[in-house]
C-alpha cells in the first residue's frame, strides 16, 4: 500500500529512545476508534514497536508509509487533556515525549495496556493438611515448603505476583503445588484498594469561621462557574485549611466535578486520608509510591472509569486520568518534594497543576502556611487570588516559641550536650502531665562524622563525596547516598596513626540513647529513614505514638510537617543551623519553612503548645523570624534580596547537570556546554562557570553543573535542545535539565 491510499495519517512518538515522531497510516477498521494519546504498536525496521499517538492528520509527509498495526486497547490510556499537558512538559522541561510519558504513565499501567486479569493462590486443602505437608517436603523442596508457610498465614487467598513476591520464587514451586492438588490458581479480578481494613469515623462540615468562609467563598466563586482561577490559601499551620479543602471538594461534587489533592509524600498517612475519607467514603482514590503494583493497577482504573471523585495523592498523582476535573488541591505548595530533581522531566507538580487547572478550567488551591516565595509573589502581584487564615480554628493558640543559644549552654555545661535545660525542664514537665513532646533533628544515625584527631581526615565513602555516618545498631559506618556500608577502622587510613579517630556530630539515635541516659524511665519512639525500613512501619509508629505509647517523638523530616497530635504541647528543634549555612538561595526559606511547619506542630489542641529552637546562631534573622512565626516580615525581606541578587521569582534559573564516571571528561564536556550556551543566548542571558555540585561525587559518578538565569525559560530551552542535537557526548555521561531548580548547590 502507498501512503496515498489512507485516508488518515498519526504521528507516532515511540518508546524506544527516539527523539521525534514517524507516521504512519490508519488502515480504515481503526479509523473511528484512533484518539491522540492512545497507545499503538507499529512496525519499525520490520519489528513491531510501542507508541503512543501524537497527531491525526490527513496528509503525511514521507511515502509510503507503513500501517499502524493495532491499537494496545480500545482504552484510551491517557486523556486528551493529560496528553496536552504532556505536550507542554516535555517543550517546557525540555524532555522528550516519551520520557515525560514515562513520568506520567504508572509502569504497570503502561505494560499491561488493559484490564489485565489477575491470577489469586488459594488453599485447596485445609490448614492441617498443608502444615503436615509443608513439614513433609521442608528438606526435599525448601521453596515449596516457604510457599505453603505463606499461604498459612494469608486469610483466604493471595495474588501470584504478590505470593511471589514474599517468597521470592518463581512460578515453578507455586505450579508444582498446585497440579499435585494443594493449591489452586484462579484468574479473578480483584479490586486491591489500599483504605482496605482502614477505620475511620465520619465526620460532618464543621461550621467556618468568618476567614474560612471568606477563603471558602473566594474559591467557590470561581468553582461554580468553572472557571480557571488560582487561590492561594495562606493560612498559620491548624487555621483549618483542610477544612476549607474538605468543603470545596464538596461542593465540586455536587457540580458533578473531580478533585485532585495533591499532599506530599511524606504527610500521606493514614491520619490524613481518614480525614478525608470520614467525609467521603467510598469515592476516594489513593496514589502513592508504596502501593503495589496491583493497588496502583486498580486505583489508576477506579479513577478512569469514574468510580472514584476524588484522588488523593503524591507528586505524579497529577498526571491521573480523572475525567471532569473542576478542583485541583497542592497542599503544602512550597514542598520541595513536588518537584523531580533527580531524573528528567524535572517538574514541579504544583506548577502542573495550576497548568491542568488552566487546560480543564478548574480551581486551583495552593495551600500554606509558608507558601514559596514565588506563589507569594504571584498572590500579591495578582495572578494569584489571596485568601488568609490568620488564626487557629479551634480556638487553639499560636504556640510561644523560644530560641536558646546552645553557645551559652555549651559554656554552663563545660562541653558539648544535646539538649538546653529548659528543653530538658519540659520534657520531664510533660511526661509528669501525660503530655507529649516532638524533637526534631534532621539527621539521622548516631554520630554523623568519624574524624581523625591528627590529621583532620573525615572517613568518607568510597564511591560518594560525602562523610560516612556512624550506626550504632549495627556498629558500621554507611553511606546515606548510596548505601555503602563499612565496619570502624583501627587507625586513620591516610596517615595511619592509631587510636586517634573520634567521633563527632548527632544523629537522631545519639539523641534517643543520651534521653534514656538522663530520664530513664521516659518512653521514646524514634521516627527517620531507619525504624520505617519496614512497609506499614511508618504508620504503625505514628499510631502508637497518637495513642499515648510514648511521651517523646524524636525524629528527622517525618515529624516535621502533616502532624497532628492534639496532646504535643512541647517541640524541640535541637539544631536548624546546619542548613542555614548551605550556600544555596533558598537556604533561608527552607530554614524558616521548616522550623515554622515543625513548631506548629506544638499546642494544636485545647492545651497551649510551646516550642524550643537550639541554635548557635541565634542571632540570625532568619531564625528570629521564624521565632516569631512573621512569615510576612520574612517574605518582605528575602524578596528584596532576591530581587537584589536576580533569583526567583524574578529571573528563571535552570541549572544543566553533568555526572560521568570519567572526572576529567565530564569536565570537559560541562565546560564545552557553557561555552556553547553563552555563544548561543543574548546579553540578558547569564551563564556561570561550571561548579562541582554540593555532593561532588555519588556512586561512584563524579558531578557538575552550571546555571542558566534570565527572564524566560523559552530561549533557555531552544538553546539547550539545539546544544544538545549537535554536540556529541560520551555514552557514560548523563546531561539534565533542571528548569526551574530549587537549588543552586546539589
Ligand atoms: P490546617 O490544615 O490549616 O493545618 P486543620 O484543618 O488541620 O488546619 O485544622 C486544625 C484543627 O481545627 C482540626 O482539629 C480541625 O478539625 C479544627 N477546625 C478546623 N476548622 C474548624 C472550624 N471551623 N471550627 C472548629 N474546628 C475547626
Ligand atoms: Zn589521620
Ligand atoms: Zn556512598
Known amino acids: 500500500m502507498k501512503g496515498t491510499d489512507y485516508e488518515l495519517f498519526a504521528s507516532v512518538i515511540l518508546e524506544v529512545n527516539i527523539n521525534k515522531t514517524l507516521d504512519y497510516g490508519v488502515p480504515k477498521e481503526l479509523v473511528d476508534q484512533v484518539k491522540p494519546g492512545m497507545k499503538v504498536t507499529v512496525p519499525l525496521r520490520g519489528r513491531p514497536q510501542v507508541g503512543f499517538i501524537h497527531e491525526l492528520k490527513s496528509t503525511c509527509d514521507y511515502v509510503p508509509v507503513q500501517p499502524i498495526k493495532s491499537l494496545s486497547s480500545s482504552d484510551k490510556l491517557i486523556t486528551e487533556e493529560v496528553f496536552e499537558l504532556a505536550l507542554w512538559m516535555a517543550r ?81 514451586p507455586i505450579n508444582t503445588l498446585a497440579k499435585n492438588g494443594y493449591l489452586s490458581i484462579d484468574t479473578v479480578r480483584v479490586d486491591r484498594s489500599p483504605l482496605e481494613n482502614a477505620e475511620y469515623f465520619k465526620t460532618k462540615p464543621k461550621t467556618l469561621n468568618p476567614d474560612q468562609a471568606k477563603a471558602l467563598h473566594n474559591i467557590l466563586q470561581s468553582l461554580e462557574a468553572q472557571r480557571f482561577e488560582t487561590h492561594l490559601l495562606y493560612g498559620v499551620t491548624g487555621s483549618g485549611k483542610t477544612e476549607v479543602y474538605l468543603q470545596a471538594i464538596d461542593r465540586a461534587l455536587q457540580l458533578n466535578k473531580g478533585t485532585i489533592m495533591l499532599v506530599p509524600e511524606i504527610s500521606l498517612t493514614p491520619q490524613t486520608v481518614e480525614r478525608f475519607r470520614s467525609r467521603f467514603e467510598g469515592q476516594i482514590a489513593i496514589l502513592h509510591h508504596r502501593l503495589s503494583q496491583g493497588e496502583r493497577f ?67 488551591i495552593l495551600g500554606s502556611a509558608t507558601p514559596s516565595l514565588e506563589s507569594f509573589y504571584n498572590a500579591k502581584t495578582g495572578k494569584y487570588t489571596l485568601s488568609k487564615l490568620d488564626n487557629r480554628a479551634n480556638n487553639a493558640y499560636k504556640p510561644k516559641v523560644k530560641i536558646v543559644d546552645m553557645k551559652h549552654e555549651y559554656a554552663k555545661s563545660k562541653g558539648f550536650t544535646n539538649f538546653c535545660e529548659e528543653l530538658l525542664d519540659g520534657i520531664k514537665k510533660r511526661q509528669k502531665l501525660g503530655e507529649q513532646t516532638i524533637l526534631f533533628l534532621n539527621r539521622r544515625g548516631y554520630h554523623t562524622v568519624l574524624m581523625c584527631k591528627s590529621c583532620g581526615e573525615a572517613i568518607r565513602c568510597e564511591h560518594c563525596d560525602v ?15 548510596c548505601g555503602f556500608t563499612r565496619p570502624k577502622p583501627a587507625f586513620c587510613p591516610k596517615c595511619k596513626s592509631p587510636e586517634t579517630m573520634q567521633f563527632k556530630g548527632v544523629g537522631t539515635e545519639q539523641v534517643e540513647k543520651s534521653l534514656y541516659a538522663i530520664f530513664p524511665d521516659i518512653r521514646i519512639i524514634r521516627l527517620d529513614a531507619d525504624t520505617t525500613r519496614h512497609k506499614g512501619s511508618h504508620q504503625k509508629l505514628l499510631r502508637e505514638f497518637g495513642t499515648g505509647k510514648a511521651d517523646v517523638l524524636i525524629g528527622t523530616q517525618m515529624v516535621a510537617k502533616g502532624l497532628h497530635f492534639p496532646q504535643v504541647t512541647l517541640v524541640g528543634v535541637l539544631n536548624s543551623d546546619a542548613t542555614l549555612n548551605m550556600p544555596d538561595f533558598r537556604a533561608s526559606e ?61 529571573q528563571k534559573l535552570v541549572k544543566v547537570c553533568f555526572s560521568g564516571t570519567n572526572q576529567e571528561l565530564t ?71 533542571d528548569i526551574d531548580t530549587l537549588s543552586t548547590y546539589f
Request: glycine share 6%; hydrophobic share 35%; aromatic share 8%.
Open 92 to 172: 517546557y522541561y525540555c524532555t522528550p515525549l516519551n520520557k515525560v510519558l514515562k513520568a506520567i504513565l504508572p509502569s504497570t499501567i503502561r505494560k499491561d495496556g488493559q484490564h489485565k486479569q489477575q491470577l489469586s493462590v488459594t488453599r485447596n486443602k485445609t490448614r492441617e493438611d498443608l502444615a503436615s505437608y509443608c513439614v513433609s517436603i521442608r528438606n526435599r523442596y525448601p521453596k515449596q515448603a516457604e510457599v505453603l508457610d505463606a499461604m498459612l498465614t494469608v486469610k483466604k487467598g493471595i495474588l501470584l505476583t504478590e505470593l511471589q513476591e514474599i517468597v521470592g520464587c518463581q512460578r515453578g
Open 298 to 364: 486498580d486505583e489508576w482504573h477506579k479513577i478512569k472509569e469514574g468510580r472514584a471523585k476524588i484522588v488523593i495523592g503524591a507528586r505524579s498523582a497529577i498526571f491521573c486520568p480523572l475525567p471532569d476535573v473542576g478542583l485541583i488541591i497542592v497542599d503544602e505548595e512550597h514542598e520541595s518534594s513536588y518537584k523531580q530533581s533527580e531524573e528528567a522531566p524535572c517538574y514541579n507538580a504544583r506548577d502542573i497543576a495550576v497548568m491542568r487547572g488552566l487546560k480543564s478550567n478548574s480551581s486551583v
Open 590 to 650: 527552607t530554614v524558616f519553612q521548616l522550623i515554622t511547619q515543625v513548631s506548629g506542630r506544638s499546642g494544636r489542641g485545647s492545651l497551649p503548645g510551646e516550642v524550643i529552637i537550639q541554635s548557635c546562631m541565634s542571632e540570625n534573622r532568619t531564625i528570629q523570624l521564624a521565632a516569631e512565626q512573621d512569615y510576612d516580615a520574612f517574605y518582605e525581606e528575602e524578596v528584596v534580596s532576591r530581587d537584589y541578587f536576580n533569583y526567583p521569582p524574578f
Open 667 to 737: 569536565h570537559k564536556l560541562a565546560v564545552r556546554w557553557s561555552q556553547l550556551l553563552v555563544n548561543g543566548l543574548s546579553k540578558e542571558y547569564e551563564v556561570y562557570p561550571v561548579v562541582a555540585s554540593g555532593y561532588a561525587k555519588v556512586k561512584d559518578r563524579f558531578r557538575y553543573h552550571l546555571l542558566v538565569r534570565g527572564p524566560s525559560v523559552s530561549p533557555i530551552n531552544h538553546v539547550l535542545t539545539k546544544v544538545s542535537e549537535h554536540l556529541k557526548k560520551p555514552k557514560d555521561i548523563k546531561v539534565l535539565f
Open 467 to 481: 562523610s560516612l555516618t556512624y550506626h550504632k545498631m549495627t556498629s558500621l559506618l554507611a553511606c546515606h547516598l
